[in-house]
Every structure is written in structure tokens, then in C-alpha cells.
RNA sequence: GUGGAUAUAGCGUAGUUGGUUAACGCGUCAGUUUGUGGCACUGAAGAUCAUGAGUUCGAAUCUCAUUAUCCACCCCA
């Protein structure tokens, strides 16, 4: 269609026929991360620019070339990339390192990012997030790691691979970084150009390069497991021993390097191949050193974030279920002026009970009134005439079974209705 | 930012070597008389064939450009 005003490129709009399936996701985590006593936080869309350079890192590609940045009176503002820098940010704004520690934090907010779209990569996305702030110890990671499975298994969610990684604290990752550079060095010539930048600003990523030449060279270089620092390493051993006993499966994937400058020892990503190229659903790690960064006191912090959109994807191409959305619960069809007026009566009572009611507000035939009711899947409808009204007594009629019961239009009507209709619900799931 | 593919009613498609009012299914709305849905039947609304140029007597169909979408690279959720 020649719309006039199409929207943007990489966004999406959640229409009604799908709302259920985000209100599903947004009721499980909600449900999930309460459990493991996490507290909502919601914080603005946009920051100060500064904040995500700090963060983020100026070297990395998010920065460089995927945010949306605009001056406003001579202030560089950006849409957030992602929650992790304006939450702890808020964090610190709001003196929450002065509540009991560790704080529990989690966040479901959109984020934007300026990529080509493709499937599972869009520009306004949406994160489920968590951070743990103000404990270094590894049960830390563990707990964090075992929220997103304990997630994605509510979710249902099959095939999903947990790869765990450590890239040490800054005084072991310098070691690892002149071990590397002294590697690829000797295959220079042989290296793709991107990757040669690499060599020099950031030659973990070389690892990551997906061009057979460099995963070829790339696959005899050091690990970074083999340069990690007693404490980094000791804090490696004990994570994995803690899935372990909490019986949780996972890959140490050396390979991975995640794409923002401020995590610290453990990274983590959880990989799906059923979404195509961008499998990723959740990604996170620890960012011992961000805080203090951002100019608070030196404190330990973790966390990850789920691409809702992916989620939702994942679960469709797996079948899994989604929270059935609600049905209208009475139809009623008014028929003359009179039974209008009985109608918007019960109408409002009804609702007051908490019952989805609806009745005709079009001006359509009987007939039409049925089939509009069959269309939204009305659990019961019930037809007022003058009849009706002149007896008191009115027919419910059950939109499945097609039974038919007497009520009384009286003040036992509302107890009445919501005894049949809690009956027929009942009913049918123990058909279902 | 770089490739490749695609663009016909709300959705899914047909439209054969360019030839009169662009077709079909689903969906929407109305009807098939008397106060009742699901089935069936009938009818209606809804498309300047993504946009703009060009070739031609004539273009949804050929050419070019633009835009958008999809997939992949890259990167990440």
C-alpha cells in the first residue's frame, strides 16, 4: 500500500492479535525475577550521550556507529543502546548503594540501535534486564545465570545453549592482549582487513571473526583462560562448580567476547539456531569496574539482558505456548428501546462484578449481533426483548455447547451469571 | 556501512511471449422475510499493480532510478 507514512525501518508495531504473546513474556519475568527478589526499575529512553561513551566503550561498534544521538540546546542526548548504563546510573543518582546490598534490579524497557534490520535484529528493540550490584562472589553469577535459564524454562524454551566465559579483570586481560598480539602477529599478511585493525586496538575480537582465513589462523591462539589471574580463575572454577550443583548445562565457549568494553570476568550468552543469524536470546556478564567508571565507590555488579523480540520469535518457531488471551464473557442483544435501557443496566453492573460485557453499538440486525458475538469468542449471549423484560426472565445462552439456561433479570442475576459462568469455564478446561 | 532477493486490496496469492473495466482465497460489511452464532449461498466495499521517469499505439508485465521490506555480512538482545 502507498501509505503515505510508513513506519520506520526496523520497528514493529504489536498489533491486538499478538499483544498476548508480549504479555506473556512480560508476565513470566515479572513473575521470575520477583522470585529471586529483583525490584522493578524504569528509567528515562534517552541520556546524556556521555553516559553510554563511558559505559559502553568509545571503541566499540555500538557507540561508533549504531546509536541515535540528537543535540538539543547544546546537549548531546541518545536513545539508549541498552539498560545497563542508564540503570546503574540511576543506581547511583538515586543513592540505592546506601539500601540493603546487594540491589536486585530489573528492567523491561525498549533500546535503540542504528543496524541493518534483519531477522531478530531490529532498531527499536526490546531488553528484559537484571543487574545484581554490590557483591563480587561467584554465587552471584551463578544466581544471575540461573534467573535466565529458570526463564527461559518457564518459557518453555527448548535448544537453548548457555556458553560461559571469563575475560578476567583488566590486569590479566592486558597479559592475555600482548600473548594475542604476539600470536596473530605472525600471520599478519594472512588476516582479513578488519581484522588487522583489530590486531591493535582490540585483538580479542579477532577471535570472534566469522571469515574462515581468521578462524583458521584464530583457532591455535591463546585462551584466555590459560592467562587469567589466581583470583580470576579461582572465581571461573567456582561459577562453574555452582552450576554444577545447581544442575545447570554449559559450554565454556573461549570464544566468546562480548561487545561492550565493561565486563569483567564472567560473560555469558544463551544461543538458540532455530531464529537464524541472530540466535542470541540473552547475553550478560559481570562489570566489576563500571560503577567506579561512572564515578561511584569501587563496587562489584552483573547482570544480562533478553531480546524480547527474540524470545517471542523463538517461541513461535517452537510452538510454545502463549497466555490465552481473555474472552468476552457476555453478549447481550437488546432488541427495542426498553431492553436498551435494561441492557445498559446490567451491563454496568456486570462490569462492576468484573465481567467482560458487550453489547450492541452499531445498530445491527439480531442476526448480525450473533455472529459479531461468535466472531469474539463470547463465552455467553443473551437476548432482551420485550418479552423479557415483561417476564423478568431471560435465556443465557452457551456460545460452545449451544445450551440454553433460564435466569431471572432480577438482583440474583449478577450471583447467578457468575456461577454459570465460572461453572462452564471449569467445564471446559477439564474437557481441554 | 557491504552484499543478495523481493515489492499486485487488511492478509495470502494468480496474472502465461506487454493488448480493452487487474483475478482468486481468507478476512470485513450486508443479505438469504417472521426473535438467535458456527455451515452454505448471494451481494457490496476495498488496489492510482511501492514511488518516479523512460521505451511503446498500448506496461502490473520491458529499462533505469528512488524508496521500503526480507535474508546474510558486521555487530549484538
Redesign the pocket.
Known sequence: ???LI???????DVIPQNIHKWHTIEKVTREVAEKFGFKEIRIPTFENTNLFLRSVGET???VQ??MYTVMAKETKFTLR??G?AGTIRATLQNGLLNEPMPQRLYYILP?F???????????E???F?VEMIGTQSPVADAEVISLAKNLLDRLELRNIALYINSIGCPACRAEYHKALKAFFEKDKDNLCD?CLS?LEKNPM?IL????PVCSDIAANAPLIIDYLCQECSDHFEKLKSYLDAMNIEYTVNPKI????DYYTKTVF???TTD??????????GRYDGLIEQLGGPKTPALG????????ILTMEKQGCAFIEPKKCDLYI?P?GENALLKTLTITHNLREEGFWTEYDV?G????????????IG?LF????????INDNK??L????????IEVTLDENFYFNFSNIAIAAMFKESLEF
Do not use: W
Open positions: 500500500m502507498a501509505l510508513q513506519r520506520p525501518n526496523g520497528t514493529e566499540t561498534d555500538v556507529k549504531e543502546p541498552e545497563t533500546c540501535r542504528h543496524e541493518r534490520p534483519q531477522a531478530g535484529r531490529l532498531r528493540f526490546h531488553q534486564g578488519t583489530r575480537r570472534d571473526c566469522k571469515s567476547v562480548r561487545g561492550l550468552e544463551f544461543v531464529i537464524g543469524a541472530q540466535g542470541t536470546v540473552c547475553g550478560g544480562f539482558a533478553m531480546g524480547i523480540e527474540r524470545l442483544a432488541m452499531v445491527r440486525s439480531l442476526k448480525a449481533q450473533m455472529k459479531y458475538a461468535d466472531k463470547a449471549t443473551m437476548v432482551l426483548g420485550d418479552n423479557e431471560a435465556k445462552r452457551n456460545m460452545s455447547t449451544g445450551e440454553e
